[in-house]
């Protein structure tokens, strides 16, 4: 089965570590000489003195040259806390130097506390850190020392001046003289170990520390990142590689302070961020404070190392407490059940297994010695902070994985939608096309109806206008009716003045006839054009018909079409009943000017008949005056009628005037229309653009797996 690519990353890399740790690990074959002895311990015949020596004139201590009185040095037990301290912070150590027949001896002393200075036959011949009588001292290597010794000195004694200002003073781990060599050979061997670990621990911390970078707000990548730095540089440190090989014990020991500082806040930060995942409030804030003051003291050993030595005794227990707290949280994650708290607490396990296999022997609570395996206990910490890295990475991963697969799925949901909102698009684009076609139609259509309503509305004027002319001949005729009649009454002697009013009435009822005739033919005219308006509102009424059809074709984008056709066909609905309304009052003018005009006929008849009876005879006098009763009566039906027929051109005016202004309104309602379908077709082929772009445009690559530091 193929791994994903962070644990192929990772296995290369634990792959390139186990062959750096095996190739310098590899125990070198030891040269032995045939001039030289073996390494001697020098555990007898120590003594010590407190206190400092007053300097010589030359700058040497005179207790080198003078040592004084013999029971001023006193006997001790090798590699033990020196008795009766008190105040003092110099300690003087004579030690016994067997003669072994070393051609190049050396004195190796593993741990020393604090500032040393060496001398061998009044010289001094060794100096680490900085003495001062009045104040502190500053140490500049905290692994072991290897002294060069002159030849000399063998079989004598060399002596010890140690400044600390620490609880512990003295040499408190292993004391031995040999070949240079061959010590150096040894030291470099075991040293190798932690050498190699330390370097693949800063390499994991570069790892990290780039993992962090590109993802910064992962804090267990930093947290892992400080760890290993930290823990790199203290196994560097404590190899004693740096200080022997290179000369650099100064820069080997503020690393090592570097480490101190910064290793339990990078391991707090981690378990913040990684096991509690920030859940812990109270332990994210003590997290962020304690790494503020691991910092400035990181800070304060950059720039004095003296003063980082002295702030590192305060800082050591609070160091202690943090990293017992670590442990319980994590044991307390580890218990209920997280696999990443696990992990942790087994390498910290084996951390703290492999520090207690390290002291013990040196206080003497254990008989065998394994040597310094602390080593193996940071190694091991930091592979578990490792597997709990790469095993969120792996999380990550697939995760990512699982997205990708979603992301390809919906990208072709997406690329289907695109495809219908093409096809969708490009179908509402023909059908607005269609539509504008069928709008501009539409409009010309309309335009030719307010066109001739407008015609018909100057035409309904002139009728009214004749109308009213025609009302008041009606009303005029009444009224000489009316005195005609009176005249008849009045007797024989208004005779001549009747015939004469009879003739004049004849000649007033023949061209009223005339003009009832007249205005007959006009009111046909008018019932033609009324009949040409409700052709005019029929096709109106199609066309609205065929207009809503379109917009319930169209969708959502047609309604508001729709409304307006639902508009235009109430409106020609409303055309065609005023059009039948026009066409009746008509026909009843029409049937009421032709009777008027019988009427008149009959009248004039009469009158005729009438004068030559009154000519004939005056007997006929009396049924003269019952015809011009009659005449009266028939001249008000007449200026009835015609007062009706003022009254119902009247009315049709008004209905004319309304629809024409209802077609005005129906016109630039059209026009809205047209405006509002081209911008539906702009749209249209908007979204067509916008489909044929999303289809030509590549898949989006998905992004590469992270790497397993992340």
């Known amino acids: 089965m193929d791994l994903p690519c962070p644990s192929r990353r990772l296995a290369h890399l634990f792959t390139l570590g186990a062959a750096l740790f095996l190739l310098f690990a590899r125990p070198s074959a030891a040269q032995p000489s045939e001039a030289s002895g073996a390494t001697v311990p020098v555990l007898e015949g120590w003594r010590y003195r407190w206190g400092d020596s007053p300097a010589g004139a030359d700058g040497v201590p005179t207790w080198v040259t003078s040592p004084g009185a013999p029971e001023a040095w006193r006997e001790t037990k090798a590699l033990t806390e020196v008795p009766g301290r008190g105040d003092h912070t110099f300690l003087w150590l004579r030690i016994p130097v067997p003669d072994g027949g070393w051609a190049d001896p050396a004195l190796f002393l593993g741990e020393v506390t604090s500032a040393i200075e060496v001398y061998a036959n009044g010289q001094r011949v060794y100096t680490s850190g900085q003495m001062n009588r009045g104040g502190r001292e500053v140490s500049e290597n905290l692994a072991w020392h290897l002294i060069p010794l002159p030849r000399e000195v063998l079989g004598k004694e060399v002596m010890l001046r140690i400044q600390s200002s620490a609880p512990t003073i003295g040499v408190s781990r292993d004391a031995k003289v040999g070949a240079q060599h061959e010590l150096l050979a040894a030291l470099t061997r075991e040293g190798q170990a932690p050498f190699v670990m330390g370097c693949l621990l800063i390499a994991v911390a570069l790892g990290s520390g780039g993992a962090f970078v590109m993802h910064w707000r992962r804090r ?48 707090m930060a981690f378990v913040s961020d990684a096991l509690l995942e920030n859940r812990m409030r109270w332990f994210y804030k003590l997290s962020v404070g304690f790494s503020v003051i691991s910092g400035l003291g990181a800070f304060v050993a950059l720039v004095d190392l003296g003063l980082g030595q002295r702030v590192m005794v305060p800082f050591m227990p609070i160091a202690l407490i943090i990293l017992v707290l670590c442990f319980a949280v994590a044991a307390l994650e580890a218990w209920r059940g997280n696999p990443d708290a696990r992990l942790f607490v087994s390498g910290l396990c084996v951390l703290v297994v492999a520090l207690l296999v390290t002291v013990l022997p040196v206080i003497g609570v254990m008989k065998s010695s394994f040597g310094n395996v602390s080593h193996w206990g940071y190694l091991a910490l930091t592979l578990s902070l490792v597997a709990v890295v790469a095993r969120r990475s792996i999380e990550v991963v697939r995760a990512l994985e699982t997205h990708t697969r979603q992301l390809e799925e919906r990208q072709e949901v997406v690329r289907a939608l695109a495809e219908r909102m093409g096809s969708g698009a490009g179908e509402l684009a023909t059908v607005v096309q269609q539509l504008r076609s069928s709008s501009d139609q539409q409009t010309e259509g309309v335009s030719r109806q307010a066109v001739a309503l407008q015609e018909a509305e100057q035409t309904v004027k002139e009728i009214r206008r004749s109308s009213q002319m025609t009302a008041e001949k009606a009303t005029a005729l009444a009224e000489a009716s009316e005195s005609a009649e009176q005249v008849g009454r009045e007797g024989m002697d208004a005779l001549e003045r009747t015939l004469a009013d009879l003739a004049a009435i004849r000649s007033e009822v023949s061209e009223m006839a005339r003009r009832i005739l007249a205005l007959d033919d006009q009111t046909r005219e008018v019932s033609t054009i009324v009949e040409s308006v409700k052709d005019l509102a029929d096709q109106s009424n199609m066309l609205a018909i065929n207009a809503a059809i379109e917009a319930a074709r169209s969708g959502e984008s047609g309604k508001g079409f729709g409304v307006v056709a639902r508009e235009m066909r109430g409106l020609a609905d409303q055309s065609i009943r005023a059009t039948h309304r026009i066409r009746e009052v008509l026909d009843g003018v029409s049937t009421s000017m032709r009777e008027a005009a019988r009427n008149s006929e009959k009248g004039d008849e009469r009158v005729r008949q009438s004068l030559d009876a009154v000519r004939t005879s005056s007997a006929q006098f009396q049924q003269l005056a019952v015809l011009i009763a009659d005449t009266s009566a028939n001249v008000r039906q007449i200026s009835a009628a015609v007062s009706a027929q003022d009254a119902g051109t009247h009315q049709m005016a008004t209905a004319i005037q309304e629809l024409s202004s209802q077609m005005q309104r129906t016109l630039k309602t059209v026009q809205e229309t047209q405006e509002a379908t081209r911008s539906v077709q702009g749209l249209a082929e908007s979204m067509s653009g916008m489909a044929r772009q999303t289809l030509g445009t590549d898949v989006a690559t998905v992004p590469a797996a992270p790497s397993a530091s992340a």
């Open 220 to 267: 267990m990548l930093a947290g892992l990142a400080v760890f290993s730095v930290s823990g790199g540089m203290l196994l560097l440190g404590l190899s004693g590689l740096p200080a022997t090989l290179w000369s650099a014990s100064v820069a080997a020991t503020r690393g090592m302070l570097l480490g101190i500082f910064l290793l339990a806040a990078g391991l």
